[in-house]
């Protein structure tokens, strides 16, 4: 199986901070990881997939890079809507996996 | 408007059963392949099954390989898992979701908002 490690585990930022979050693949993926935001009792939702294609209705203030096994999630800029837990999964092959999240706090 | 809704989380006891299901609807069921996936109380996400559009091919996660079993009725646009012999570290809140295109490398696009499995005596 492929595992997933996010870092930081949770991150406390300012309104207009940028924020950068970090997922490592123990083994490459190409490009085949998604990022996906989670806030409090909502079912998670669809950031960016293929590392840095950007879903339909996402803020441009979300970007994704990398490829192979180091990846980034990129806020620009922290807006309040935006504190929430992150996850990234790796899409190459079953079994599917997450990261254990980052959750961005308020400072 | 896609919607997913998840039904049939209890309270069980250790060693019982429990199906799932989730009843889709505002797009055509028959053509995407579906999961689950469960998220522990105070945890992170982890990919319990799949199924193919069909129903034809299944795939688990082998923590729940040979307990749960994952089917679909395509008449009836729903998705159900049937969960045996059931652990206290099955509790988890339980989605399911929508994959983009054929499977993966797609992402979930639409999750369900889960129902609740309690694993205790």
């Known amino acids: 199986d492929i595992q997933m490690t996010q870092s930081p585990s949770s991150v406390s930022a300012s309104v207009g901070d940028r924020v950068t979050i970090t997922c490592r693949a123990s083994?490459?993926?190409?490009?085949?990881l998604i990022w996906y935001q989670q806030k409090p009792g909502k079912a998670p939702k669809l950031l960016i997939y293929?590392?840095?294609s950007l879903q339909s209705g996402v803020p441009s203030r979300f970007s994704g890079s990398g490829s192979g096994t180091d990846f980034t999630l990129t806020i620009s800029s922290l807006q309040p809507e935006d504190f929430a837990t992150y996850y990234c999964q790796q899409a190459n092959s079953l079994p599917l996996t997450f990261g254990g999240g980052t959750k961005v706090e308020i400072k | 408007e896609v919607q997913l809704l998840e039904s049939g989380g209890d309270l069980v006891q250790p060693g019982g059963s429990l199906r799932l299901s989730c009843a889709a609807s505002?797009?055509?069921?028959?053509?995407?392949?579906m999961s689950w996936v469960r998220q522990a109380p105070g945890k992170g996400l982890e990919w319990v099954s799949a199924i193919s559009e069909s129903g034809s091919n299944t795939f688990y996660a082998d923590s729940v390989r040979g307990r749960f079993t994952v089917t679909r009725d395509n008449s009836k646009n729903t998705l159900y898992l049937q969960m045996n012999s059931l652990r206290a570290e099955d509790t988890a809140l339980y989605y399911c979701?929508?994959?983009?295109?054929?499977?993966?490398?797609?992402?979930?696009?639409?999750w369900g908002q889960g129902t609740l499995v309690t694993v205790s005596s």
């Open positions: 979701a929508k994959w983009v295109g054929s499977g993966i490398p797609n992402p979930f696009d639409y």
């Open positions: 505002g797009f055509t069921f028959n053509n995407y392949p």
């Open positions: 293929t590392a840095s």
């Open positions: 083994q490459g993926i190409s490009s085949w």
